[in-house]
């Protein structure tokens, strides 16, 4: 089966609604269960219960949290790939992909790709579907020096650039990393790429770069 993904750049304002519809009938379940992977641990679930309360909102059930400090306990991610899609959060890329290879994630959330389940990503959360998380830098992200491996799930052929603002790719850093990348879809805050098998969707003003070029 062919994936079934949302990316977000950023989720929680109301210029979302209509890519939110649009998820819902991605999912297509009429009261979707959704699995919450965090990018960092939360233990006082505070980002959780705000998202609880946005997908609630939508007739979601936000129900199993897994981060990189529970992720092994007995049965966790069995129960969150029983769902019918997992939402993958904001936060620091370089460090979220570095726990879920850690612990073995990538392989588990490809499979749930290419399975039944719809993937949700949120910024972070979106770059993970990508081949390289890269271009986090141009969103603001600190890399991990250590880090020797950039290569994130793959389920795409084109990197992400979440919080695009008009104009961003003349500074020079963003000029020579769009020159050197092949596809880049960048999604400013209230847009999202909807990918629904072999269809790409844009929602919202998504710009395309290729070789640093930008669509007509």
Avoid at 14 to 37: D, S
Avoid at 85 to 100: K, M, P, R
Avoid at 119 to 145: F, K, Q, R, V, Y
Wanted: charged letters at 20%; aromatic letters at 10%; one cysteine or more.
């Amino acid at each position: 089966m062919q994936p079934r993904l949302a990316l977000y750049s950023d989720q929680e304002i109301p210029a979302n609604a209509v890519v939110n519809r649009r998820l819902l009938t991605l999912i297509g379940a009429e009261y979707p269960r959704i699995g919450y992977i965090s990018s960092a641990p939360d233990p006082a679930r505070s980002y959780y219960s705000r998202k609880q309360a946005y997908y609630r909102a939508l007739g979601c059930d936000l129900c199993v949290y897994v981060d990189s400090d529970v992720v092994e306990e007995p049965g966790l991610v069995a129960e969150m790939l029983d769902c019918d899609a997992i939402h993958l959060t904001g936060g620091n890329t370089f460090s979220f992909l570095q726990w879920l290879e850690l612990h073995g994630m990538l392989p588990t959330l490809r499979a749930f790709a290419a399975g039944h389940g719809v993937l949700i990503g949120a910024s972070a959360g979106s770059l993970m579907m990508t081949t390289s998380i890269a271009i986090a830098e141009l969103s603001g992200d600190t890399p991990d020096p250590s880090m020797k491996n950039l290569e994130a799930l793959g389920l795409v052929d084109f990197d992400f650039w979440p919080h695009y603002k008009s104009g961003a790719e003349h500074r020079t850093t963003e000029s020579a990393y769009l020159s050197k990348s092949e596809c880049v879809y960048a999604c400013p805050d209230g847009a999202a790429v909807i990918i629904d098998g072999h269809h790409v969707e844009f929602i919202g003003a998504v710009r395309t770069f290729r070789h640093g070029k930008i669509d007509a």
